[in-house]
Structure formats: structure tokens, C-alpha cells
């Protein structure tokens, strides 16, 4: 079973934010999001609803005093900016319950104690197409579970980074001053570049269904056949975190209030299921806080040349210069546009001779791509996926 959750969050701390639109009379309501997490940085936001067809964008609760604590005494404080509250946090103890405690504006909030729980490896994950004009689909199979007597059930959540090739290359150039091209590569555009990204989804499933409570290849995500990330090589890190059956339901039901909210039958967002209660007054929280003694990784590759994949088909997009006057030249240059092609009269197809020119972000992927670098990732080498 498999539920895709709309989220903004930091990976590392598996938060989340509820952004549902309510009526004025469930609104105000404090909304906390966050998973306390072990071995790592963890991260929760606190918010509050707004009111129905309400323009602004959510109001984040600054001021707060927010604390990770466990039953045995232990207690993490977090730093606060813009509503966010952070802290790092060692190994957990598989045996101590881990709340987190809130207090604001008078009030005093905790999550349910809970033990954190243990996440599975990762098996395998691999890109599958099951016709030649399907996306690719991604599969994932956890190791097999702790615990094969009742459902298991997981979250994950990923990271991508594929590589990118500029539109053309050239390795010559228009000198102004002799009004001459010259053919040698002065301008050192890299030849390629990657890309980073963050998965725009939290994904949760079931085991149920499954022979011995073991999810085998779950679609988690899938990438178009016509996305940039496919073209050449791609590369995905996704981290996998079990989860209670409490969380999933959470998930679940905030999936189906945030798509059909405004509907007849849709339920307010204080009466979705919740694990945080307010201790000094009757007050409403919406929100889940999970609990997970670590999480799993797991690195896979996928080759474009190894799918049906469609690229564009579209025509030579350069600016072509018929018989063009060397002071025509001096101009294009002038406009930022640079040479990459000199084709004379006896090597053109009409006895003609041609300037192909271009735009920067034609020739070097870090104008062409948002966000597009050049210097390649330290994983880039590895020829086979890894768990981690």
C-alpha cells in the first residue's frame, strides 16, 4: 500500500509542514512537525493553521521552548529560527521512551512517549520501465523484517542528483582585435555538470499483503521518460525509516484531508489522529511526532541509455551567419554570444561561408540549469548501488 505525502521538509530531520486552508473556527490551531531521530540533526517546526481562502502564508510560532526528553532524565534543548526548532541528538537508548515537550504562549504541550524503532536496511532499489513509453518506476525492497508476526511499516524520503551536458561545445573563438577566428579553447566551458534536488514527497507503506510482512519492490516514486534526470546518468539516495502503525494511519489521513479538503465529508484537521496533546488546557494540536533509533540509506544509479528514453528532437537552435562581414562578427560578440563554428565556402554544402554562434547558457551547464555544478560528487565514481 502506498501513500504519497506533499511535504517541505530537511531530510535528515523528517519534517513536515500542514499547510491545510480551514474554516475560522478550527483555526489557530498549533500544528507540530518533526521526528525525533538518532545519531543526527534533528529538526521540528511549529505553525499554526489558518483560517479558509487565508492569503498569508503560514504563521510560524517563534519563542517557543521546545525539548527533546526521555523517560531516564535525558533531555535535548533545541535552537529556534523562524519558527524552526533544531537540536542534535545522539544515539538513543532502545530501551527509553523519547517525547518531545513544548512549551508556549502559556501552554504546555508533549508528544507520546515512545521507544525509538528499529529500520530494516535496504535491500535493493531499482528503476524499472514496463513498456518502452512508461515513465521509470522505482522500486524498493526493504531487508527482510525484524519482525514477521504483524504488519511492518515504513516511511521514505530522497535526495537526486543527475547529470547534465551543455546544448553545444566549442573550443574556438572570435578574436575583435585581428577579426579572425581562432581555434583554441580560451573559454574552458565544462563539458558536463550535475544537478541536486530533494524528492518533493514522503512516501509511507504497508506490509500487509505481503508473504511474511516483507515489502518487495514498492513503488515509491517514478521519474518521466522525458525528464532531464534520464538523459544521462542518475543517481538517488533514499532513506528509509520504520514508523508505527499510528504515524502511517496519521499519514494516511492527512493525505486524504489535504486533497479533499473543503469537501462535505472531509474531516476538520483537529479531528485528524494525533500523538501530541496540550497538558494545561482542552486545546487541539495537529501533528505526529515519530521516533526512530536510525534510519537507512540506500544509493542507486540508473543509465539513461538503458531505458526508452525521449529526449528533445528539436532543430539547431544556434544563431547561423550567412556570408557574415568581420565587423558583423565584432558585433556578436558585443551581444555576449560566442563563436562555435567557422565554416568556409569550400567546406559548406551552398559555397558559403557560415559563423554559428551561441548563448552561454547553450554552452555551459551553470547557466543552463539551475543550481547546475561542476565539480563531481564523491559518489560519482562507484559503479554499483550502496546500502548504508
Known amino acids: 500500500m502506498l501513500c504519497l505525502t506533499m511535504v517541505g521538509c530537511m ?5 513536515e509542514e500542514y499547510e491545510a486552508d480551514i474554516s475560522a473556527d478550527d483555526s489557530g490551531l498549533l500544528v507540530v512537525e518533526g521526528t525525533i531521530c538518532s545519531a543526527q540533526l534533528n529538526k521540528f517546526s511549529l505553525s499554526l493553521t489558518k483560517a479558509l481562502n487565508a492569503q498569508d502564508t503560514p504563521r510560524m510560532v517563534t519563542g517557543a521552548k521546545v525539548a527533546v526528553r526521555g523517560t531516564d532524565g535525558s533531555e535535548y534543548l533545541t535552537h529556534e529560527t523562524n519558527g524552526y526548532y533544531t537540536c542534535q541528538i545522539g544515539s538513543l537508548s532502545p530501551d527509553v521512551e523519547y517525547y518531545l515537550h513544548i512549551e508556549v504562549e502559556g501552554e504546555v504541550y508533549e508528544s507520546d512517549p515512545q521507544v525509538p524503532l528499529r529500520t530494516e536496511k535496504i535491500a535493493d532499489i531499482k528503476g524499472v520501465q514496463s513498456t518502452p513509453g512508461s515513465n521509470i518506476d522505482v522500486l524498493v525492497t526493504p531487508a527482510a523484517p525484524f519482525e514477521t508476526d504483524h504488519a511492518n511499516y515504513y ?54 499483503g505481503y508473504d511474511g510482512q516483507h515489502i518487495h519492490d514498492l513503488k515509491i ?27 502511517y494511519e496519521y499519514e494516511l489521513a492527512r493525505r486524504k484531508a489535504s486533497s479533499e479538503m473543503g469537501g462535505l465529508f472531509t474531516p476538520l484537521p483537529s479531528a485528524l489522529p494525533t500523538n501530541i496533546h496540550c497538558l494545561t488546557s482542552a486545546k487541539h494540536v495537529i501533528g505526529f511526532v515519530g521516533c526512530s533509533l536510525n534510519t537507512s540509506d ?37 551581444k555576449g554570444l560566442y563563436l562555435c563554428e567557422w565554416i568556409i565556402p569550400e567546406m559548406s554544402a551552398d559555397g558559403r561561408l557560415h ?16 543550481g547546475a555544478y561542476i565539480e563531481e560528487p564523491d559518489f560519482w565514481s562507484l559503479n554499483e548501488n550502496v546500502s548504508y
Open 11 to 15: 531530510l535528515t530531520g523528517c519534517v
Open 155 to 208: 516511511s521514505w524520503t530522497y535526495d537526486e542528483t543527475w547529470q547534465v551536458y551543455p546544448d553545444y561545445q566549442t573550443a574556438m573563438y572570435f578574436d575583435t582585435e585581428i577579426k579572425e577566428p581562432v581555434y583554441k579553447d580560451v573559454y574552458n566551458f565544462p563539458k558536463w555538470g550535475w544537478v541536486d534536488a530533494t524528492g518533493p514527497t514522503v512516501m509511507v507503506g504497508a506490509s500487509t
Open 221 to 247: 516514486y517514478d521519474i518521466d521518460r522525458g525528464d532531464v534526470r534520464m538523459y544521462h546518468r542518475y543517481s538517488g539516495l533514499v532513506h528509509q525509516r520504520a514508523i508505527s502503525k499510528a504515524e
Open 298 to 334: 540506500y544509493r542507486f544509479f540508473l543509465n539513461g541509455e538503458q531505458y526508452d528514453i525521449q529526449r528533445p528532437s528539436g532543430g539547431d537552435t544556434r544563431i547561423w551567419l550567412d556570408n557574415p562581414t568581420m565587423d558583423e562578427c565584432c558585433k556578436m560578440v558585443e
Open 355 to 370: 559563423a554559428v554562434w551561441a548563448y552561454i547558457h547553450q554552452l555551459d551547464v551553470r547557466y543552463r540549469y539551475e
